[in-house]
Nanobody, 124 residues
């Protein structure tokens, strides 16, 4: 399985970016976006499982996760970016085994396959 993120970059506060994640090898129903800022633990940003989505509170209303199964691609549309959104963003996929997505969909250790990350830098 290969997971490759793209779309990161530098943007001013209030701007937008769209991250993409291409997955090869199989189609994964449960995927997520995670981020890690320097000196901080990796945290879940947004997750998707079939038609269900979940977001961490700090990005609700600003970020949207979506999935194109025909292209094995995951997206993260990020609007109204803030300085605190600066981080390395990672895409991850979970093997098709049951878990409580609503309760655990943003827990990094529950995902099996990871990309190398794409940097998002928000400046004032």
């Amino acid at each position: 399985v290969q997971v490759v993120e793209s779309g990161g970059g530098s943007v001013q506060a209030g701007g937008s970016l769209r991250l993409s994640c291409a997955v090869s090898g199989d189609t994964y129903r449960r995927m997520g976006w995670f981020r890690q800022a320097p000196g901080k633990e990796r945290e879940g940003v947004a997750g998707i499982s079939d038609s269900s989505t979940t977001y961490t509170d700090s990005v609700k209303g600003r970020f949207t996760i979506s999935q194109d199964n025909s292209k094995n691609t995951l997206y993260l549309q990020m609007n109204s970016l803030k300085l605190e959104d600066t981080a390395m963003y990672y895409c991850a996929a979970r093997r098709d085994t049951w878990f409580n997505f609503r309760a655990n969909g943003l827990i990094p250790r529950l995902y099996n396959y990871w990309g190398q990350g794409t940097q998002v830098t928000v400046s004032s």
